[in-house]
């Protein structure tokens, strides 16, 4: 028997971020592909949800077929974990790939760009170390033509980790691994300065110890998540590169009350025998398993609705932000896709005014034929109630940019759940269930393109 090719993921599968794996994989393998139009679809049993995907247009003879299922991380998971074997992976089997996509260049952010996601390919590398890590640049916007040093320096440590790049040019010349220690000192003294009031990240050297500063106090704790990435692969560069000795962070910010042993930094520091001057480490112990199926989580409605509009009808999204996933952009009807805005008023926020924030669906669809724009709100179906209160929110969200950029469409708005056994819906705000037995049940008011979507799907099994 051959191979199956199996993507577990927390993300909404993306066909271009496949068919960009899809040739990865070839090249590593030597084997020959061919990649059609890309289909994702769900597999119906009965004419209920596996909660198991199947991937079509790509064909290789060295592969059967190609499967999706979402899973949850038991913490800093990487996007994608890819296994190439027969049988549906269990917490025993070896990925070959840890991939990490995103969409997020230097020119939108120095720091989410690069350094937000280094912490993941340093838990990773604890569980799989043989698998392949792959940070994946799925860009939608234009890259930026001279990179910021920040994403230089924090490119090269990932490549001294091994992990590999896909997606975007980098000059070779400037992109290589750091050699030494003391390279990635001086090119991090060398960098620009933090502005004043910012505590730089610096490391200074002694003769029995490294010091790193850098602030972890963010939100009342220890959240500050690109230096926890920053720090974090820095300090596993230092590791790798020889450095035996003590490596302390200093200027952290942080009090021992914040110092937990489920925190991944904690977990890591564990791992890399790295300290916080002043404080005391404790002895933390990483999850047995480093992923699980996700069987309850509000996303998988949300993302069975979006991957079946998209595979079974001409609606597709303008904009995704389904749970624990990376926020899209805005796709307008012309032009550009748009970032999204966390305030109206940036300066109204900071001075106190929590009506500036701009509160975003989880998932925004349109249907092109009906020209109706759907706001969608995600929700476990314990918490309905408090999805249909939730669709009264999004007023900034549709004048800022749906009415805009749609000026000549409907808007409505609807709740998709997940979970429960039930096999009925009374609240005319709910547009979709897929319940914990895979059954995919309609709202009384569903909206069209949910019913076109769910009737092409059932036709299509039987």
């Given amino acids: 028997m051959k191979n199956n090719l199996w993507f577990l993921t927390e993300e909404r599968p993306k066909k271009e971020v496949l ?75 070896k990925p070959i790939y840890a991939i990490e996509e995103t ?44 990179p910021t040093e920040t994403y230089i320096f924090g490119t090269k440590l990932l490549l001294t980790l091994g992990v590999e790049i896909l997606g ?17 000192i001086d090119f991090k003294g060398n960098m620009r300065k933090a502005p004043k009031g910012n505590i730089p990240i610096l490391l200074t050297k002694s003769k029995d110890k490294i ?16 230096n926890i990435g920053a720090l974090s692969i820095i300090s ?53 398993d480093y992923w699980k199926y996700d069987k309850d989580g509000e996303k998988l409605g949300t993302i069975f609705i979006h991957l079946v509009v998209e595979n079974f009808t001409q609606g597709y999204s303008i904009f995704e932000n389904h749970a624990g996933s990376e926020k899209g952009y805005f796709i307008p009807l012309k032009g550009e896709p748009i970032p999204l805005a ?6 109204k926020y900071k001075a106190g005014d929590k009506s500036e924030i701009i509160n975003i669906p989880d998932l925004v669809l349109v249907d092109l034929s009906n020209k109706i724009v759907i706001d969608i709100e995600g929700k476990k179906y314990q918490f309905r109630k408090n999805g249909i209160e939730e669709l009264a929110g999004y007023d900034a969200f549709d ?13 409505t708005r609807t709740v998709v759940l997940y979970g429960s056994p039930k096999e009925k819906l009374i609240e005319i705000e709910i547009g979709f269930l ?19 979507a769910i009737k092409n799907l059932l036709d299509f099994w039987n």
């Fill in 19 to 93: 068919a960009t794996i899809f040739q990865k994989f070839s090249k590593d393998y030597g084997f020959a592909v061919f990649i059609d139009t890309i289909r994702i679809f769900p597999i119906l049993e009965n004419d209920k949800f596996t909660f198991t995907y199947e991937v079509t247009g790509f064909r290789c003879n060295k592969v059967n077929r190609v499967f999706i299922k979402t899973v949850s991380g038991n913490s800093s998971f990487t996007d994608f974990l890819i296994f190439y074997q027969q049988h549906e992976p269990t917490q025993n089997d």
């Fill in 103 to 146: 969409k997020t260049d230097d020119k939108e952010s120095r720091n989410t760009g690069v350094y937000q996601r280094c912490s993941k390919f340093v838990f990773v590398d604890n569980y799989f170390p043989n698998a392949k890590k792959i940070m994946l640049y799925n860009l939608q916007i234009e890259q930026k033509e001279n």
């Fill in 168 to 184: 975007k040019k980098l000059d070779s010349k400037t992109f290589t691994p750091f050699k030494s220690i003391n390279e990635i």
């Fill in 211 to 226: 010091e790193i500063s850098g602030r972890l106090f963010k939100s009342d704790g220890l959240s500050h998540d690109p």
């Fill in 236 to 288: 596993n560069a230092l590791r790798l590169l020889g450095w035996k000795k003590k490596i302390e962070i200093t200027k952290h910010g942080l009090e021992q009350k914040h110092v937990g042993k489920t925190n991944k930094f904690i977990q890591i520091a564990n791992k890399l025998n790295v300290s916080l001057k002043g404080l005391n480490v404790p002895k933390a112990e990483m999850a047995k």
């Fill in 342 to 347: 966390k305030y109206k008023d940036r300066e």
């Fill in 399 to 411: 004048e800022i940019y749906v009415k805009k950029h749609y000026p000549k469409f409907k808007i």
């Fill in 434 to 452: 897929l319940n914990q037995n895979g059954q995919l049940i309609l709202g009384v008011k569903a909206p069209k393109l949910f019913q076109e």
